[in-house]
């Protein structure tokens, strides 16, 4: 199975603050990487598809970088409707791995 | 508008049995792959199964294999889960997921609001 090893695990973060999450897989899995956000309570809600494919409706400050085994998430500005786990994804095979997430908290 | 909405969830003893159902409506159903997607109470998301557009391709994570199955009626426009022998570790809120292709690999889209299993003496 590919790992999907996120790091950090909680961050706390002000809001206006640029914040970065890294996601690593334990092979190449090329660009079938996506990020999910969570808030409490609610499903999971994709942000990120592709590596670095904005979804629909999703706003601008959120970004998704890398290919192979490294990748980045980044909220350019930090908003409070922004509190919740964040999870990388791999689809490049199967089983279809998550990372164990990131809580991102307000300071 | 993409809606999911399962149902079937509820409290079962290990070794028993439960269906979960997932409706979907606003998208062409038969034209997705579909995938289970579980969340142990305070753990994060597990993969559990994934069913291509016209059910030829099936797969399964190891630790369901064989006691769940995943199927699909495209006339109704749902995916169903049938859980067997269940034990405690399945407690989850069981998610349904649309894959965006007709093929299972695929980034998850749409997500349902979740149902929860519980299994316990």
């Known amino acids: 199975d590919i790992q999907m090893t996120q790091s950090p695990s909680s961050l706390s973060a002000s809001v206006g603050d640029r914040v970065t999450i890294t996601c690593q897989a334990s092979?190449?899995?090329?660009?079938?990487l996506n990020w999910y956000q969570q808030k409490p309570g609610k499903a999971p809600k994709i942000l990120i598809y592709?590596?670095?494919n904005l979804e629909t409706k999703v706003p601008s400050r959120f970004s998704g970088s890398g290919s192979g085994t490294d990748f980045t998430f980044t909220i350019s500005s930090l908003q409070p409707e922004d509190i919740a786990t964040y999870y990388c994804?791999?689809?490049?095979?199967?089983?279809?791995?998550f990372g164990q997430g990131t809580k991102l908290e307000i300071k | 508008e993409v809606q999911l909405v399962e149902s079937g969830g509820g409290l079962v003893k290990p070794g028993g049995s439960l269906r979960l159902s997932c409706a979907a409506s606003?998208?062409?159903?038969?034209?997705?792959?579909m995938n289970w997607v579980r969340q142990a109470p305070g753990k994060g998301l597990e993969w559990v199964s994934s069913?291509?557009?016209?059910?030829?391709?099936?797969y399964y994570a190891d630790s369901v294999k064989g006691r769940f199955t995943i199927s699909r009626d495209n006339a109704k426009n749902s995916l169903y889960l049938q859980m067997n022998s269940l034990r405690a570790e399945d407690t989850a809120v069981y998610y349904c997921?649309?894959?965006?292709?007709?093929?299972?690999?695929?980034?998850?889209?749409?997500w349902g609001q979740g149902t929860l299993a519980t299994v316990s003496s």
């Open positions: 994804q791999q689809y490049d095979n199967l089983p279809y791995t």
């Open positions: 092979q190449d899995i090329s660009n079938y």
């Open positions: 592709d590596a670095s």
């Open positions: 606003g998208f062409t159903f038969s034209s997705y792959s």
């Open positions: 069913i291509s557009s016209s059910s030829s391709y099936i």
């Open positions: 997921a649309r894959g965006r292709s007709y093929r299972p690999a695929a980034p998850f889209d749409s």
